[in-house]
Structures are given as C-alpha cells and as structure tokens.
C-alpha cells in the first residue's frame, strides 16, 4: 500500500518536471523574441515529450491519492489531515511546487505577450499588403500567378 511519502515522492517529480518545462519555455520566449522558427518547433517538440511525462505523472498522483483514501481532496487539505510528524515534508513540497507553479505560469504568460505581439505585427504587415485573412488563399500568389502579378 502507497504512504505519503509515495505521494510527495510524486510531487517532487512534479517539480522537477515544471522546472524542465519552465526552462523550455524560457528557451521558446528566446525564440519568439528573436524570431528563431527552428528554435521555436525544437522547443514544442521538446515540449510535447514533458507534457507526455507530466500526464503519466500525474495519473500516478491520482492513483496515489486515491489509494492513500485523499481522492478528490486538494494538496492543502490532504496536509491538514496528515499526522503533525508528516506535515513538515510536504508543507515544504506544497511550498516549491506552488512556487514553480507560479513561475511556469509567469513564463507562460510572457510567451502569450510575445505570441500575440508577433501576431499583431503579421495582421499589420498583411493589412498593408491588402491581404484579408478570409480571402488569403485567392490573395497569395501563387506559381501559375505570381508571374503575372508581379511582372
């Protein structure tokens, strides 16, 4: 049978976890910022490989939680029902994890400024270049076009 210290060796991978995506992510900002397409597709690749791992992770929390008897109960209120000798550890992994939570929030956050940044700028770029969005397809030259537009 799973004990607590099953369940906040879980939380401290769930940590480790974040960490790797906050570097990630840190890593796809740089890119955005400098328009680094390559750059920016490794970091969704690598991305996409964490988010895999943080599913697994977190199914096995799950299964954790609920064979320890704390299904449906947040962090915070399984703490309170713990035995005051193993409140200390996981008071602690709460802490961290509620800390790297809220940097991978922060990072995350900065990647939507900039996202929407880029975007903004490309609408501006097609708008001067009367290319409509809805009508990009028939608006975009094309091979069999393209001499004939520009020539």
Do not use: W
Not at 99 to 112: A, G, P, R
């Amino acid at each position: 049978m799973p004990t607590i210290s099953n369940f906040n060796n879980i939380v401290l991978s769930l940590i480790e976890l974040l960490e790797t995506l906050i570097t990630i992510e840190q890593d796809k900002l740089k890119a955005i910022s400098t328009n680094d397409l390559d750059a920016l597709n490794s970091c969704i690749k690598n991305e996409q490989v964490e988010v895999l791992k943080l599913r697994g992770l977190d199914k096995k929390r799950e299964q954790i939680q609920a064979e320890l008897g704390y299904e449906n109960l947040t962090f915070r209120e399984i703490i309170k029902l713990l035995p005051e000798d193993q409140q200390a550890e996981s008071k602690k992994l709460f802490i961290t994890l509620q800390q790297t939570t809220d940097q991978f929030n922060e990072i995350n956050s900065s990647i939507k400024t900039a996202l929407d940044v880029n975007l903004h700028s490309i609408n501006t770029t097609l708008s001067k270049l009367n290319i409509n969005l809805d009508n990009a397809q028939n608006q975009i030259p094309t091979g069999s076009n393209l001499k004939n537009r520009f020539a």
